[in-house]
């Protein structure tokens, strides 16, 4: 019998809703809440937005599909990690769907769900993963039931500081601010020196961005480098602390295989770089590009679908609507991995 | 010579030096990052390990014996440690008993404890702790008792630095390794925390620093 | 008398290492050296632990020599130099090179030259063992600053080679 999941995911300002059956994508719509040049999204807001768009979201998503609600078996959606407001509003569309449909409900770990939609897109069998967004920075390889976590930013993400600094250069949001730095960085060739603070497997970015905030004020130095320049200067720097550190979790773990997931994920030049990096040790990379990098529904599903089909599959509808709750800390290392041999 | 293992920092190679088996270390050039970054770091960190080679040897610590460096070719020739990492050694340890917890391996969580204290006091950050950069060596000794060493090894990412801060992150690290590297290890952890506490003069500080550090990686929003 | 292999930096070099005792012409052996004569390296006995440490200051000085990177004239100069921990040359030679009345000579040479310089040298061969009772430890212990701290986990030789091989690095 083939599984079909919806998957709803909310977490930050990207509303996604994607239908997946037995590992193939129906369909995968999402929207993107954009703010003006120089301001970041709120929660308040961008909760907003979500419940603005969630109808639409979810029409397309079923006709794109070419399926009604009767096709859907499950209905699964973000739990967390992100942020509270925008998380509510999908969780409750989502638990309103799965109660008018009579489908299970299942609550999905983010983190969790980009990895599995990575292992599914790219077929990466046991991968050491570099989980990176404007959330989360981590190093992430699989043992005994859990995805472990062996490395990991100690402050803030990294999509979080090229954001920040997209917001002081005043760098458009649409797509999104990363997007842009990445072609303003193409431009750049003048290398500036940042600081470069990466301990163990672990990293941090504080310092680097308050360096490079200063720097953009700093009329006699911005006089030698252009914007372009800067880009290309920070996404070097953080880049190869990225790469440097998966290096170091895949020496530790005896890994050949690694696989690049999360927003920051579909920048061409990390993945550049961490190609380079994989063929130097004989190992290989695996990448999605935009549809499958930056948070969407599809991905919430596949998870779901797995969670659905192991662990979960003699839980009962009332007992999994009760555990329909949702938070804004939410470890990838706390989900038991049932779906995967141990 | 022989390529041992690539790791992220260098290339090992297995020779001989003059009589005495060796490890050569090579940092060849990391071609994905740009040149200014990697010329940088690869001769800091020579330079680094180097020097925390000596300073750890000089606060009684067993490091490996350096016998040649070449700056220019970004190499070290360092004595070859007979042993097996940490990790394995738990690894094989926990395979071979019944149960799978970590009791018998306990003296020397404390071990480790007391060398990192030592470590601490003396104003060295290892900067990289993961139970793969330290060697166990076990020997006979002369009333036929076996010893266990433990040295510590790869210190591309050390520094010196007498904050309370950097010793808890230094400290942090290494939990984050052994935590996920060994499922279920926490309560070997916070033996080797405790031999850590009996033995460094400045614990408390550092500890204090530990637990802010930890407090702030659970309290870390993650959107997106 | 030793001969080594100084692999494996420079495979296609052996050294040959000789003790000798009773030494009568330490002087002229100095002489025949600055003049080119002869080719090898006169170092004080007592300032040797063991044959290890000749062969790290050798390794060193030989490959320093392939990469034009001598601190000193000659590779036999930068023996000695190798051997010290000071950067001070002419310190190092005071410290390290044999007295015009030395008896006790280690002498470094290239296997094909050792013979020539043997032929000169007035005295008793003996065993590089033999290193180990005429060195002076206390006195090597105090100018590499060797704690006894640092002794409790490495041989005083060990702990001598380590320093001499990241002399460079401050």
Redesign the interface.
């Known amino acids: 019998m083939p599984l079909t999941v919806i998957g709803f995911e909310g977490s930050a300002n990207k509303l996604g809703i994607g239908i997946v059956r037995d590992g193939v994508v129906f369909s995968n719509p999402r929207h993107t809440y954009v703010t003006p040049p120089g301001k970041g999204f709120l929660p308040r807001e961008t909760a907003k937005h979500h419940r603005e768009w969630m109808l639409n979201v979810l029409k397309q998503a079923l006709t794109d599909a070419g399926l009604t609600h009767a096709d859907i078996d499950c209905v699964a959606y973000t739990k967390g990690p992100g942020m509270g407001a925008p998380l509510v509003s999908v969780a409750v569309a989502a638990r309103t769907v799965a109660q008018l449909w009579n489908k299970p409900l299942i609550g999905v770990n983010h983190c969790i769900a980009h990895i599995e939609m990575g292992r599914l897109i790219t077929s990466a069998d046991n991968p050491t993963v570099l989980y990176v967004s404007g959330g989360n920075t981590q190093v992430i390889a699989y043992s005994e039931r859990r995805y472990r976590i062996f490395g990991e930013t100690i402050d803030i993400a990294v999509g979080n500081c090229l954001d920040r600094f997209a917001r002081i250069i005043q760098i458009s949001n649409d797509p999104s601010p990363g997007y842009n730095i990445e072609q303003l960085a193409k431009k750049g060739n003048k290398f500036l020196q940042l600081p470069y603070t990466v301990k163990g497997m672990d990293v941090s970015f504080t310092g680097i961005l308050s360096f490079i905030e200063d720097a953009a004020k700093n009329k006699t130095l911005m006089a030698e480098y252009t914007p372009a320049d800067l880009c290309f200067s920070l996404q070097e720097t953080l880049f190869s602390m990225l790469v440097e550190i998966t290096e170091r979790a895949m020496a530790h773990c005896g890994s050949q295989e690694v696989m690049i997931v999360g927003g920051v994920g579909c920048n061409l030049r990390l993945q550049e770089m961490m190609e380079i990096m994989a063929n130097e040790r004989g190992a290989r990379l695996y990448a999605t590009d935009e549809r499958f990098c930056i948070d969407n529904g599809a991905m919430i599903a596949q998870a779901g679908f797995e969670m659905y089909r192991t662990g979960l599959k003699d839980a009962t509808y009332e007992d999994l609507l009760e555990e329909s709750w949702c938070t804004q800390r939410f470890r990838t290392d706390e989900v038991e991995v049932t779906w995967r041999d141990p | 010579m022989n390529l041992l293992q690539q790791g992220a920092e260098a290339r090992l190679f297995a020779a001989n030096f003059c009589g005495r088996s060796c490890i050569v270390k090579e940092r060849f050039p990391k071609k994905y990052r740009l040149q200014e970054i990697d010329e940088k770091l690869t001769k800091k960190r020579l330079s680094q390990e180097v020097k925390a080679l000596q300073r750890c040897r000089k606060a009684g610590i067993l490091t490996p014996i350096i016998y040649f460096v070449d700056t220019t070719r970004s190499i070290i020739f360092l004595e070859k440690i007979d042993g097996e990492t940490v990790r394995q050694h738990i690894v094989s340890v926990r395979k071979m008993q019944e149960d799978s917890s970590y009791h018998s391996i306990y003296p020397m969580a404390r071990e480790i404890g007391k060398i990192l204290a030592k470590l601490h006091d003396a104003d060295l950050i290892h900067g990289d702790l993961t139970t793969s950069n330290m060697i166990i060596k076990t020997s006979d000794n002369k009333l036929d008792k076996k010893t266990n060493e433990i040295f510590l090894i790869d210190f591309g990412l050390s520094f010196s630095s007498s904050l309370a801060e950097d010793k808890g992150v230094d400290l942090y690290v290494l939990e984050r390794a052994f935590l996920s590297t060994h499922p279920n290890s926490e309560e070997l952890f916070s033996v080797l925390l405790d031999a850590y506490k009996d033995v460094s003069k400045k614990s408390s500080s550092v500890l204090t620093k530990l637990e802010e550090v930890r407090q702030r990686g659970r309290k870390r929003s993650m959107i997106g | 008398m030793e001969t080594?292999?100084?692999?494996?930096?420079l495979s296609d070099t052996s050294i040959s290492v000789a003790l000798y005792e009773n030494v009568t012409n330490a002087s002229k052996l100095k002489t025949l050296i600055k003049d080119g004569e002869i080719h090898a390296a006169l170092i004080k006995a007592e300032m040797v632990l063991d044959v290890?440490q000749v062969?790290?200051a050798s390794?060193?000085a030989f490959?320093a020599k392939t990469?034009n990177?001598l601190k000193t004239k000659l590779i036999y100069t930068e023996i000695l130099f190798n051997l010290s921990p000071s950067n001070k040359i002419s310190e190092c030679f005071k410290l390290f090179g044999v007295e015009d009345e030395a008896t006790c000579v280690l002498v470094v040479a290239r296997k094909e030259d050792f013979s020539e310089v043997d032929k000169h040298v007035e005295g008793d061969i003996c065993p590089l063992s033999k290193l180990d009772n005429l060195c002076d430890k206390q006195y090597l212990k105090k100018l590499y600053k060797v704690?006894d701290?640092?002794l409790?986990?490495?041989s005083l030789t060990?702990?001598v080679?380590?320093?001499m091989?990241?002399k460079?690095?401050r």
Request: hydrophobic content about 40%; aromatic content about 10%.
């Open positions: 080594f292999n100084l692999e494996p930096l290890f062969l790290v390794s060193k490959y990469q990177k704690t701290e640092e409790k986990v490495c060990d702990c080679v380590s320093q091989a990241a460079e690095i």
